[in-house]
């Protein structure tokens, strides 16, 4: 069956990097668009970071370009973001997401707190 499983978020210190993995199974992984979403207590899942099937493209949301960087390894079947310089606002679950032939997978989310 389908599978993603996020892994690599915890607590770290504002200022510091998180580099979050999500390892796919059970799905064509190079056909699929792979992106990072993330929600915060009380407020709606938000796209961070998308990637196309090659890798070729990618795309960021405003609050996070230039501090997140996703990357795709089309032979371990995983994607990955790479979080520098977190801030307090960037705490959320941070979930993976694939999308392709009209088909949704999710993963279940690993936790980013940012905190002193």
């Known amino acids: 069956q389908v599978q993603l499983v996020e892994s690599g978020g915890g607590l770290v210190q504002p200022g510091g990097s998180l580099r979050l993995s999500c390892a796919a199974s059970g799905f064509t992984f190079s056909s699929y668009t792979m992106s990072w979403y993330r929600q915060a207590p009380g407020n709606e899942r938000e796209l961070v970071a998308t990637?196309?099937?090659?890798?070729?493209?990618?795309n960021y949301a405003d609050s996070v370009e230039d501090r997140f960087t996703i990357s795709r390894d089309n032979v371990k079947n995983t994607v990955d973001l790479q979080i520098n310089s977190l801030k307090p606002e960037d705490t959320a679950m941070y979930y993976c997401?694939?999308?392709?032939?009209?088909?949704?997978?999710w993963g279940k989310g690993t936790l980013v707190t940012v905190s002193t």
């Open positions: 990637i196309s099937a090659t890798g070729e493209n990618t």
């Open positions: 997401h694939a999308f392709g032939f009209l088909r949704n997978y």
